[in-house]
């Protein structure tokens, strides 16, 4: 299974993003669904996630980033608004999802680079 994520990039602070990420390969079912993000000299943490029992958000992003997904895409959405510095950082996505052959697997995403200025 492969995770492609995009939608970084610099923008200014109170700006907006939107991130996606792709999975494809042998999926039977996809179950959770999130978005993480390690700055600088920071532990990774859990930005926003979506799965069966909805939707959870880091307290610092709440009220400004919405989490989505697309079952027919295999996608995830992270769609990020009133941006700050502090928001700056490599996000990731992470898909758990289930194999034909009945195992369950957690994979991420090779990254993709939000930086915020003030």
């Known amino acids: 299974v492969q995770l492609q994520a995009s939608g970084g990039g610099l923008v200014r602070a109170g700006g907006s993003l939107r991130l996606s990420c792709a999975a494809s390969?042998?999926?039977?079912?996809?179950?959770?669904m999130g978005w993480y993000r390690q700055a600088p000299g920071k532990q990774r943490e859990l930005v926003a996630a979506i799965g069966s029992g909805g939707t959870n958000y880091a307290d610092s992003v709440k009220g400004r980033s919405t989490i989505s997904r697309d079952n027919v895409k295999n996608t995830v959405y992270l769609q990020m608004s009133s941006l700050k510095p502090e928001d700056t950082a490599v996000y990731y996505c992470?898909?758990?999802?289930?194999?034909?052959?009945?195992?369950?697997?957690?994979?991420w995403g090779q990254g993709t680079e939000v930086t915020v200025s003030s």
């Open positions: 992470n898909v758990v999802f289930v194999t034909d052959r009945g195992q369950v697997v957690s994979s």
């Open positions: 390969g042998s999926i039977y079912r996809l179950n959770g």
